[in-house]
């Protein structure tokens, strides 16, 4: 039985990744950061941990849980918006941000791509188009843009590093989804959108190491 993992499974594209996958046989393993969100996470026979990816400590008492997994699929879902204004951030919105989408992956990604690696599975983070510099038009969501860059960077210094270990390391654009960030005239659904994800994770090989993709595997330009 394959195991996938899933941080950040609350809500939107991480709970309906954690749905299809178990549809499909597969053993979850998934996170959320309160404890009701556990419960009903385990009550869809997930296997679920309570973790806060903004504490060190959170994230090494996940590592201390996991010791030992083989992880076939892993995505790292977590992540915020912060402001809606484009106005001159608050050290409160940076951190927010920041820590949720950037260190957060710098901790965790060491934690998770061994596993990955190990079982020659494959990683994903969850990021943005609006990360991308090359297929930039606008400069709304300039904190969020800055932030889902560096997790790209971050990404690709994890697909350098466990690429050649076994570990086939992708940045996804998710499209623009119906959820609580997206808002309901997004052009996709969360399960076209974790379906798409799904698929592309899938069919991808060693190739697609260090890639920057569409939901539906089309490249994105960095």
């Known amino acids: 039985m ?6 950040g499974a609350s809500r939107g594209i991480g709970r309906e990744l954690v749905r299809q996958y178990l549809a499909d046989g597969w053993r979850v393993i998934a996170t959320a950061r309160k404890s009701d969100d556990c419960a009903a996470l385990g009550a869809m026979g997930v296997h679920p941990y309570q973790l806060d990816v903004t504490s060190a400590d959170s994230i090494a008492a996940l590592g201390w849980n996991l010791d030992g997994e083989l992880l076939d699929a892993a995505f790292l879902n977590a992540g915020v918006y912060g402001p809606r204004h ?11 941000v920041m820590h949720t989408n950037v260190l957060a992956a710098l901790r965790l990604l060491p934690v998770i791509a061994p596993m990955v690696a190990e079982a020659r ?3 994903a983070v969850i990021s943005s188009r609006m990360a991308s510099m090359d297929a930039r038009s606008s400069a709304s969501g300039t904190l969020y843009r800055a932030s889902k860059a560096a997790l790209n960077s971050v990404l690709v210094d994890t697909s350098i590093k466990f690429g050649p270990k076994g570990a086939t390391c992708v940045a996804f654009h998710p499209g623009w989804v119906q959820t609580e960030m997206g808002g309901p005239s ?17 069919g991808i090989d060693a190739a697609a190491n260090g890639a920057f993709l569409n939901y539906d595997g089309t490249p994105i330009p960095w």
């Open 86 to 96: 484009d106005g001159f951030p608050t050290q409160a919105d940076f951190d927010s």
């Open 2 to 7: 394959p195991t996938a993992l899933i941080i």
């Open 121 to 123: 599975g494959k990683l």
């Open 186 to 202: 997004a052009d996709i659904t969360v399960e076209q959108s974790a379906a798409g994800l799904r698929a592309t994770l899938a």
